[in-house]
DNA sequence: GCTACGTTTAACAAGATAGTTAAATGAAAA
DNA sequence: TTTTCATTTAACTATCTTGTTAAACGTAGC
C-alpha cells in the first residue's frame, strides 16, 4: 500500500523511542543535535538523521541561526494522529466498563476477601 | 534503542494503512482473514502476516471456531498511545490558538474581503 | 482414511531502517 | 585565508519489513 501517507509517516516517527526521546526534550525548548546526543547512547550523525526523519513528518522544523541548527517542535501532526486513535476511545472505554463491571461483580461475591481495591486500579505506566 | 517496547510496538503496527484499514474493518466486528483479505490488494499470507504484527502489538486476539479463526479488535493499548500523545497536546492548541489569533487579526484588518470565514476553518480529513 | 477448505509458515527477493566511522559542508573566528 | 566548530552526508553493514508463491498445518465432512 502506500505508506507515503503523512499520518503513516507520523506514526513510524513515534514508533521509535529515540525519537519519541527527542520529542519529548523538544518540549522543554528548542534544541541543537549537539544538545540531542548528549544524553542518548547513539552518535550525533545517527541522532541528526533522526532529526531528518521526524522534519520529514513534519513534526519538527528547523531554523539556522549562525553555526547552529536550532529544532523546534511543531505538534500539529500528532492532532491528526490522536484523532485516528480517538475514533477508537469506545472500544477501550467499554472494554474498561466491561472490566469495572466484572470486578465489581467478584468483589461483592466474595464479600471477606482482603484489600480487594487493589485489583480495580490497574496501573498505567508512563514513558518519555 | 530497545525498539521492543509495546508503545513502540503499537506505534509501528498503526504506521501501515493496511493495518489500520484492518483495524477501521474489525472495528465494525471480528472477521476471519478470508473476509479481511477481500477488500484489500494484497496476497491472503500478507494478510496473515499483518494480522501476526496486530496480534504482538496486542491490538487484536484471535479465537479459533472450529475451521475459521476469527480476528478480534483490542483496543487497550491504544489507550496508551493516545495518553502518549495527549501530553503534547498543549502545543498543537497554542498553535492553533495563535492562529486563530493571526486569522482574526487579519480578517479585522481588511474589513471589506469576501467570505473570510473558509480561511478561519481549517480542513482536518479523515482516514481510514 | 481421504478430501476439501481455511489459514499459516517457509523460502525467497526488494527495499527500508538504523547504526557505525570518515569525509564533506557551512558559517564563525582568528 | 586559514582554522575551528557544528552539523550533515557518504559509504558501508546488519537487521527488519513487506510482498510473492509454494508447501504445510488443522479441522470438518464424506
Given at each position: 500500500?502506500?505508506?507515503?501517507?503523512?499520518?503513516?509517516?507520523?506514526?513510524?516517527?513515534?514508533?521509535?523511542?529515540?525519537?519519541?526521546?527527542i520529542l519529548a526534550e523538544l518540549a522543554n525548548g528548542d534544541a541543537t543535535?549537539?544538545e540531542l546526543?548528549?544524553?542518548?547512547?547513539?552518535?550525533?550523525?545517527?541522532?541528526?538523521?533522526?532529526?531528518?526523519?521526524?522534519?520529514?513528518?513534519?513534526?519538527i522544523s528547523?531554523v539556522?541561526s549562525?553555526?547552529w541548527?536550532a529544532s523546534h517542535l511543531e505538534a500539529?501532526?500528532?492532532?491528526?494522529?490522536?484523532?485516528?486513535?480517538?475514533?477508537?476511545?469506545?472500544?477501550?472505554?467499554?472494554?474498561?466498563?466491561?472490566?469495572?463491571?466484572?470486578?465489581?461483580?467478584?468483589?461483592?461475591?466474595?464479600?471477606?476477601?482482603?484489600?480487594?481495591?487493589?485489583?480495580?486500579?490497574?496501573?498505567?505506566?508512563?514513558?518519555?
Amino acid at each position: 500500500m502506500s505508506r507515503t501517507d503523512q499520518l503513516s509517516a507520523v506514526f513510524a516517527a513515534l514508533a521509535d523511542p529515540t525519537r519519541r526521546a527527542i520529542l519529548a526534550e523538544l518540549a522543554n525548548g528548542d534544541a541543537t543535535v549537539t544538545e540531542l546526543t548528549a544524553p542518548l547512547p547513539i552518535s550525533m550523525p545517527a541522532v541528526s538523521r533522526h532529526l531528518k526523519a521526524l522534519e520529514e513528518a513534519s513534526l519538527i522544523s528547523r531554523v539556522r541561526s549562525g553555526k547552529w541548527r536550532a529544532s523546534h517542535l511543531e505538534a500539529a501532526p500528532l492532532r491528526d494522529a490522536a484523532d485516528w486513535i480517538e475514533r477508537y476511545r469506545r472500544f477501550w472505554d467499554e472494554s474498561l466498563d466491561r472490566l469495572e463491571a466484572h470486578l465489581a461483580d467478584v468483589q461483592s461475591n466474595q464479600s471477606t476477601a482482603a484489600a480487594p481495591d487493589a485489583a480495580t486500579t490497574p496501573t498505567h505506566d508512563k514513558e518519555n
